[in-house]
Each structure stands twice: as C-alpha cells, then as structure tokens.
C-alpha cells in the first residue's frame, strides 16, 4: 500500500484527517479535490508528478468538494467543457431545492 506522505503534500490541505493514513489509489479521489482546491502551487506540483491528467479531469468533472472557481480554472486547464463540470457548478444550498 502506497501511503499520501508519498506525494509530499503538506497537511494543511488535510487538516481534519490524518494524512498518514491515506491511500494513494483508495483516497484519489479524496486527495485530488482537496489539492486542487486548498494546495499551493507545489502541493499542485507534486499531485501533477503523482496523477496523471486524466485522472485529474476525472475528479474535476465529478467532485462537489472542489468550488466552483477551482472547477473553472481546471476546466480551462485541462481543457474540459463546462457542460461536464455541471456537478461542481451545481448550487451547494441543498435546502432550497424542492
């Protein structure tokens, strides 16, 4: 098992977890949101070195963690249309939806 202290990524995107613990393929997903929505450029370095592009677009098109500011900065990055970031786009207030 590949542990997150791998990937050289300091704790303060991961301040309520324990970063020891983390799995680089079982918390992909998980790490890949949090990076590129909280890390520096060299926390984003470093997820760039580890992932690959793909998986990156991946976790872009489908995460709600990641804000919809980082959402459009990735998507013009990584070249994704906006109409398959629509679930990071999506209102975060779930309580007025009917």
């Given at each position: ?68 500011p980082t959402a459009n900065f990735w998507s013009l990055i ?21």
């Open positions: 098992m590949v542990k997150c202290m791998a990937l050289k990524l300091r704790t303060t995107c991961f301040w309520d977890v324990d970063i020891k613990k983390l799995d680089r393929e079982e918390d992909k997903f998980f790490i890949i949101s949090r990076v590129l929505e909280y890390g520096t450029m060299e926390d984003v370095l470093n997820l760039i070195s580890e992932y690959d592009s793909q998986e990156i677009a991946q976790v872009v098109r489908r995460s709600r963690i990641i804000g919809r990584l070249d994704i249309p906006k109409s398959e970031i629509a679930r990071c786009l999506a209102p975060t207030d779930f309580h007025h939806r009917l």
